[in-house]
């Protein structure tokens, strides 16, 4: 079946570095779509970024994601670290119907002042 | 703003108990999905629905039933709950069938605590 790894359960940052969330996958789908969603605290899950384009750079919010089917990856990067970015972190891999959404374990981010 | 209406946001019961959780969503979407998050704030799949038909039914226990009666309602019902069930249930939803790449909007989630 479809998998994803998010290696870090709590990743810690100070305030205006940068940050990366790593997010590797297997699946067997050959049409298959990734996202990013993002749960502040008490609230829903909501998407944070999404592709389906292969060595493709994605951007929203300040963060940014490239898609590498070579290397199984969707890696969550931003340059600048905010406190207001502080919440959980899902990878997700699509399958290529969209009825289902396999998420990873999920990464806290803890930005400090 | 809020799309994805769940209904209650609290719920505590007694082991061997029945509970109803609701949903509807206003975004027009042909597909519901449950979500279960458990206290490791792991999100698996329970269901999709597109348009009233079931089309993902993971691994759950058949004390697990959900129910669509339009697509753009999807109700939970679980028979008789155990203490394993106690976890924060997210429905959502979206629009299928565009080659993966949908997005789901999530609701505010129903924390479920089984005594």
């Known amino acids: 079946g479809d998998s994803v790894t998010q290696t870090e359960g709590l990743v810690t940052v100070t305030e205006g570095l940068p940050v990366k969330l790593n997010c590797t996958y297997q699946?067997?789908?050959?049409?298959?779509?990734f996202f990013w969603y993002v749960q502040y605290l008490n609230e829903a899950p909501q998407v944070l970024l999404k592709?389906?384009?292969?060595?493709k750079r994605t951007e929203h919010q300040g963060f940014h994601a490239t898609l590498h089917k070579s290397s199984s990856s969707f890696h969550l990067q931003k340059s600048s670290a905010q406190l207001s970015d502080s919440a959980l972190y899902y990878c997700?891999?699509?399958?290529?119907?969209?009825?289902?959404?396999?998420f990873g374990t999920g990464t806290s981010l803890l930005v400090d002042p | 703003e809020t799309a994805v209406f769940q209904t209650p946001n609290y719920h505590v019961t007694q082991v061997g108990n029945e509970v109803s959780f609701n949903c509807k969503q206003t975004?027009?979407?042909?597909?519901m999905y449950w979500y279960k998050q458990d206290s490791k704030k792991l999100l698996k799949i329970m269901f999709s629905?597109?348009?009233?038909?079931?089309?993902v039914n993971e691994t759950v226990p058949r004390r697990f039933s959900p129910q669509s009666s339009d697509k753009a309602h999807l109700n939970l019902r679980i028979k008789s709950v155990e203490p394993e069930d106690s976890a924060v249930y997210l429905c959502?939803?979206?629009?299928?069938?565009?080659?993966?790449?949908?997005?789901?909007?999530f609701g505010s989630g129903t924390r479920l605590t089984v005594l």
């Open positions: 997700a891999l699509s399958d290529n119907m969209g009825y289902k959404l396999t």
């Open positions: 629905y597109n348009n009233k038909q079931l089309i």
């Open positions: 959502a939803s979206s629009y299928a069938g565009q080659g993966g790449a949908e997005t789901l909007y």
């Open positions: 699946t067997t789908y050959l049409t298959i779509a």
């Open positions: 592709s389906s384009t292969d060595n």
């Open positions: 975004l027009g979407h042909d597909t």
